[in-house]
Nanobody, 123 residues
Framework: VQLQASGGGLVQAGDSLTLSCTTS????????VAWFRQTPGKEREFVAA????????DYADSVKGRFTISRDNAKNTVYLQMNNLKPEDTAVYYC?????????????????WGQGTLVTVSS
């Protein structure tokens, strides 16, 4: 599965932004998809994930109530709606896919990765 992340940009604290992750080359409807983020010098951090089975979701505590992950199987796309953004949300955001029905936060379980998209939140 090939993944393409997009939608990053520069916003102010409190603003909203929606990231998109478009997939190709695989069976999207049977791919779980996750979003991770990374800042320089830090490990990649789990943000949210959605299973292919039942579309169950999971979120990092730091984004619960502010971020929403969703999928559109007809468009082979997963979205990350980010509301009430904070400066600490600044990072490069990556999407990843797995053929397993999972929302695990462990990076090793996600086999396919897209390039990142930069989100910068100014205070």
């Amino acid at each position: 599965v090939q993944l393409q992340a997009s939608g990053g940009g520069l916003v102010q604290a409190g603003d909203s932004l929606t990231l998109s992750c478009t997939t190709s080359g695989g069976t999207f409807s049977r791919s779980s998809v996750a979003w991770f983020r990374q800042t320089p010098g830090k490990e990649r951090e789990f943000v949210a994930a959605i299973r292919w089975r039942n579309s169950l979701t999971d979120y990092a505590d730091s984004v619960k109530g502010r971020f929403t992950i969703s999928r559109d199987n007809a468009k082979n796309t997963v979205y990350l709606q980010m509301n009430n953004l904070k400066p600490e949300d600044t990072a490069v955001y990556y999407c990843a896919a797995s053929p397993m029905s999972t929302t695990t936060p462990n990076t090793y379980a996600w086999k396919s990765w897209g390039q990142g998209t930069l989100v910068t939140v100014s205070s």
